[in-house]
């Protein structure tokens, strides 16, 4: 089952913070992060793999709850090169994989 | 450049026609996906192969049909598509299948338009 993301659009100016939210009704056994810009491949932010656990890349950073099943992704001080659609991916064990469910994206805008 | 390639980059088809999309992965990587990205929707997963052998079929029509030679190499092939199938197909690869720990690469996407 796939996660819900919320909220679904968010425009921000820059300098200013977001948060974006992840939850699942099922266990979460890592939570990955993607950022997709128009036409272009999504890319790889960061992976948390245990509950607790937080992450950082540039001022962007994710905090992962395993028993309430969410992940949150921050993004502080924003600029202009954070835009772009934001994926959340929660993993589940498949034989001898994981198979990664997303959600359906959060449309992020930073304006000057 | 992203270590996924996919080609081709656009693709438009009729309802008749037979084509295959081509991905390609040179980092060594274990494990190749093929996602659905289709406007206003999430991601959806199609095919998993962990060390070239099929480990999901997401209930794919039969009119997709996925063929891995090599881990380096990843096929979809396509036929008597409908409209409906119009959307971004996107290709992946992740590390090491076994563990969770590891990120997706992705490829920037097929855009197919079936007509």
């Known amino acids: 089952q796939q996660p819900v993301q919320s909220p679904q659009a968010v425009i921000l100016r820059e300098g200013e913070d977001a948060v974006i939210n992840c939850s699942s009704s099922k266990a979460l056994y890592s939570v990955h992060w993607y950022r997709q810009k128009h036409g272009e491949a999504p890319v790889f932010l960061m992976i948390l793999l245990k509950g607790g656990e937080q992450k950082g890349h540039e001022k962007i950073s994710a905090s992962f709850n395993e028993k309430k099943q969410q992940s949150s992704l921050y993004l502080t001080a924003s600029q202009l090169s954070y835009s772009g659609t934001y994926f959340c991916g929660t993993a589940a064990p498949l034989r001898n994989d994981y198979k990664l469910s997303f959600g359906a994206g959060t449309t992020v805008t930073v304006r000057a | 450049e992203t270590g996924v390639t996919q080609t081709p980059r656009h693709l438009v088809m009729g309802m008749t026609n037979k084509k295959s999309l081509k991905c390609e992965q040179h980092l060594g990587h274990n494990a190749m996906y093929w996602y659905k990205q289709s406007a206003k929707k999430p991601l959806e997963l199609m095919f998993v192969y962990s060390l070239e052998e099929r480990v999901e079929n997401n209930s794919v029509p039969s009119r997709f049909s996925p063929e891995c030679p090599n881990s380096s190499h990843l096929f979809l092939h396509l036929h008597t598509l409908q409209p409906e199938d119009s959307a971004l197909y996107l290709c992946?690869?992740?590390?090491?299948?076994?563990?969770?720990?590891?990120?997706?690469?992705f490829g920037s996407g097929t855009r197919l338009t079936v007509v």
């Open positions: 992946a690869s992740s590390q090491d299948p076994t563990r969770g720990g590891y990120g997706y690469t």
